[in-house]
């Protein structure tokens, strides 16, 4: 099974600022089938990043994806109000279980 | 619109059974795998089982093989998810998810609001 530790577990941000989120895998995401999701109090998560880098239907290009391998990244660029949520990282490679990251909390400063 | 909608959620002694259900609308329900994933109160989130597009692949997480049945109905456009033998650790919210692409693997792109599955005496 592949771990996935994400780092920081809460960011405090103001917004306007620069949020940078860390996801390391305890081992290599084969074809960089990493994804990232948004999700709000009371809501389901949303997609935002699929295979690495590349951003779904409707995402803004403040969100952007990096990484290969075991770490991997995700970046907003300037934070909106909207933007203040918990991400997680998935790996959807071609073995189960597919696993989540515990989530990083951006928060308002 | 592409949506899904989760149902029959609700509260269960530890031991008991319940079936989750998920219609499908607005894409070829067919052409798709389709998973579950749940969420704990205030924790994170975790896959359960996933089924492929014809229902002849399933696949299970450790933590609920052997107790969950995931299946689909095609002609009516909805996934399902059978629990016995139901633990206090399975309270939590259960969303249903479709895989973005056909064929490959691929993130979930659409989610259903979830469905609340409280075990507890």
């Known amino acids: 099974e592949i771990v996935l530790t994400q780092s920081p577990g809460t960011l405090s941000l103001s917004p306007g600022g620069r949020a940078t989120l860390s996801c390391r895998a305890s081992?290599?995401?084969?074809?960089?089938?990493l994804a990232w999701y948004q999700q709000k109090p009371g809501q389901a998560p949303r997609l935002l990043i699929y295979?690495?880098?590349s951003r779904a239907t409707g995402i803004p290009d403040r969100f952007s994806g990096s990484g290969s391998g075991t770490d991997f990244t995700l970046t907003i660029s300037r934070l909106e109000p909207e933007d203040f949520a918990v991400y997680y990282c998935?790996?959807?490679?071609?073995?189960?279980?597919?696993?989540f990251g515990g989530g990083t909390k951006v928060e308002i400063k | 619109e592409v949506q899904l909608l989760e149902s029959g959620g609700g509260l269960v002694q530890p031991g008991g059974s319940l079936r989750l259900s998920c219609a499908a609308s607005?894409?070829?329900?067919?052409?798709?795998?389709m998973s579950w994933v749940r969420q704990a109160p205030g924790k994170g989130l975790e896959w359960v089982s996933g089924?492929?597009?014809?229902?002849?692949?399933?696949y299970y997480a450790d933590s609920v093989k052997g107790r969950f049945t995931i299946s689909r109905d095609n002609s009516k456009n909805t996934l399902y998810v059978q629990m016995n033998s139901l633990r206090a650790e399975d309270t939590a919210i259960y969303y249903c998810?479709?895989?973005?692409?056909?064929?490959?693997?691929?993130?979930?792109?659409?989610w259903g609001q979830g469905t609340m599955v409280t075990v507890s005496s």
């Open positions: 998935q790996q959807y490679g071609n073995s189960v279980p597919l696993t």
């Open positions: 607005g894409f070829t329900f067919s052409s798709y795998g």
């Open positions: 089924i492929s597009g014809s229902g002849g692949n399933t």
């Open positions: 998810a479709k895989k973005g692409s056909i064929r490959g693997p691929d993130a979930f792109d659409i």
């Open positions: 295979g690495a880098s």
């Open positions: 081992q290599s995401v084969s074809s960089s089938y």
